[in-house]
């Protein structure tokens, strides 16, 4: 029986459109990092960055905070002194 050529290229089509939406799942994955991270912050509810405002005494007395409870819970001994 000789190949059916309307349907190999069929499955190669669908086969390239897969590849193409793996892609782009893998790109949104990123960029959804990329805002989690963005996110991440001293606890104001917006990042700092150097076009915004150097962080406050508040700042970084809560990324301490926050530090200290993640190695507290962690089991870590780390001198923050």
């Keep these: 029986m000789p190949p059916d050529i309307e349907a190999e290229q069929h499955a190669r089509d669908h086969s390239s459109d897969q590849d193409v ?9 990123i960029e959804d990092l990329e ?5 991440m912050n001293a606890g104001t509810g917006c990042a700092v960055t150097a076009a915004n405002t ?8 809560a990324l301490k905070a926050r530090l200290k409870a993640l190695a507290d ?4 001994q780390i ?3």
């Design 21 to 29: 939406d793996e892609e782009i799942k893998g790109k949104r994955d």
């Design 35 to 39: 805002d989690m991270l963005e996110r």
């Design 54 to 61: 150097r962080p406050s005494l508040e700042d970084v007395q």
């Design 73 to 76: 819970a962690t089991g870590l």
């Design 79 to 81: 001198d923050f002194t």
